[in-house]
């Protein structure tokens, strides 16, 4: 069995943001020359997510309005997490959207259904942050 890890890099320049990483994904299984096995991406924080659905600029518009609704940013004393931060509704965004997506690997490609791509999730931007990459398979 082979394998292949990658950590991703991103730098959002605002606190929220969906940003469609599918053809890094696909780039990490070109390099790791796998083509049946199993392709998994995680946010390694937990203040973002990774997940999968449309890229529709009107879905990620309503996506953002919902887990404002949710858990909003403001007031941010509403929540006891906020002693020396500002990040708890980031923390329960996360929560919603997920952590991870396994992705099947068939014939060199990810066995997406027709319109889904990978989004990593950002609710706490403006610094550093990495996403992991690893492909197990034949
Ligand atoms: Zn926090």
Not at 57 to 70: I, K, N, Q, T
């Given at each position: 069995?082979?394998?292949?890890?990658?950590?991703?890099?991103?730098?959002?320049?605002?606190?929220?943001?969906?940003?469609?990483?599918?053809?890094?994904?696909?780039?990490?299984?070109?390099?790791?020359?796998?083509?049946?096995?199993?392709?998994?991406?995680?946010a390694m924080h937990i203040?973002?997510?990774?997940?999968?659905?449309?890229?529709?600029?009107?879905?990620?518009?309503?996506?953002?309005?919902?887990?404002?609704?949710?858990?909003?940013?403001?007031p941010v004393s509403g929540?006891?997490?906020?002693?020396?931060?500002?990040?708890?509704?980031?923390?329960?965004?996360?929560?919603?959207?997920?952590?991870?997506?396994?992705?099947?690997?068939?014939?060199?490609?990810?066995?997406?259904?027709?319109?889904?791509?990978?989004?990593?999730?950002?609710?706490?931007?403006?610094?550093?942050?990495?996403?992991?990459?690893?492909?197990?398979?034949?």
């Open positions: 069995m082979k394998s292949y890890r990658k950590e991703l890099w991103f730098q959002v320049p605002t606190r929220r943001a969906f940003v469609n990483i599918t053809p890094e994904v696909e780039d990490c299984l070109a390099r790791s020359g796998i083509r049946e096995g199993l392709c998994l991406v995680n203040t973002a997510s990774v997940f999968i659905n449309d890229d529709e600029s009107g879905l990620h518009h309503d996506y953002d309005a919902w887990l404002e609704r949710l858990a909003p940013h403001e929540y006891r997490h906020n002693v020396g931060e500002d990040n708890a509704d980031a923390h329960m965004k996360r929560q919603i959207m997920g952590r991870e997506v396994v992705v099947a690997v068939t014939d060199g490609r990810l066995d997406f259904g027709t319109w889904e791509r990978i989004f990593y999730g950002e609710f706490d931007g403006r610094r550093k942050k990495r996403v992991l990459v690893k492909i197990i398979g034949e």
